[in-house]
């Protein structure tokens, strides 16, 4: 009885609200459960070996014991993805309110950045290593490029897209270029803003990867390697789990 007390005196809405809150959570940890059970059943079923497909208790044990040298690498993968997306965000926000606002600026350089895109971003990843060396800057740039085009194009696509009505009101009111901008195109914006933040957050992992991928001497990429070179698979998967891990909380 008391798991039900927290919804005595609430409204039907309420206790609607209050019981669909956690179903995100649960039904994450409930796909988790089912994708676990898979894992382990075909390595018993197929009867593999750890070095083609540990299984899951094995790379879990690979967690516990590594857990020093993995949480390492993994600070030094999560600086290089956030200071990649504070990067890659605001010089793509930037980017979205010159083509907005000069029309020049549009013309030329949305054809330049669409073509751009036919560049593969891996390819640029050893010359990136030359130009700015074997640190962490090298990834931050990465991580910032492969999130330029979607980050940019989301947010000029908001900001470039708001209601006339609210543009003609704000005219109508007297409101300059920089309020109409503040007060109406940008709140307007907010949902489109929002998607390109969303895929900032998938995808920019894989540029700060890559990098270290590329060159590096630490890092989970860096670690991924190390251990597949030695046939540590177990601690391969291990760091690929703790990757995804410090990128679900972002995307939730």
């Known amino acids: 009885m008391q798991i039900f007390e927290p ?45 083609i497909l540990p299984a899951p208790d094995e790379v ?4 516990v014991n590594r857990y020093d040298v993995l949480l390492k690498h993994a600070l030094v993968t999560g600086q290089e993805i956030v200071l990649g997306l504070l990067l890659g965000l605001s010089v793509g926000f930037v980017f979205a309110l010159q083509m907005l606002l000069f029309r020049p600026v549009k013309t030329w ?10 560049v593969p971003v891996f390819a640029i990843a050893p010359v990136l290593m030359l130009w700015l060396g074997y640190g962490i800057g090298s990834k931050v740039v990465m991580a910032a490029i492969i999130i330029f085009f979607p ?34 195109r940008l709140p307007a914006a907010m949902p489109s803003i929002a998607s390109g933040l969303k895929i900032a957050v998938v995808i920019a992992p894989i540029g700060a990867v890559a990098g270290e991928w590329v060159g590096a001497s630490e890092g989970l990429g860096y670690l991924m390697l190390q251990a597949n070179a030695r046939m540590m698979i177990d601690e391969m998967f291990a760091a690929l789990l703790l990757l995804s891990f410090m990128q679900s909380p972002c995307i939730f």
């Not at 309420?14 to 039904?27: C, E, F, S």
């Not at 989301?154 to 005219?171: H, R």
Request: hydrophobic letters at 50%.
């Open 7 to 51: 919804l005595v005196g609430l409204t039907r809405g309420q206790k609607k609200v209050r019981l669909t809150t956690g179903m995100p959570l649960i039904r994450l940890l409930i796909s988790l459960m089912v994708l676990v059970g898979l894992w382990q059943a075909i390595v018993s079923l197929f009867n593999l070996p750890g070095f």
């Open 60 to 63: 879990f044990l690979r967690l």
């Open 109 to 118: 350089m949305l054809p330049l950045l669409i073509a751009s895109q036919a």
């Open 151 to 184: 980050v940019t194009t989301c947010c000029f696509d908001g900001l470039n897209s708001t209601p006339k009505g609210y543009l003609d009101l704000a005219k109508t009111m007297g409101a300059s270029k920089w309020q109409e901008l503040w007060h109406v």
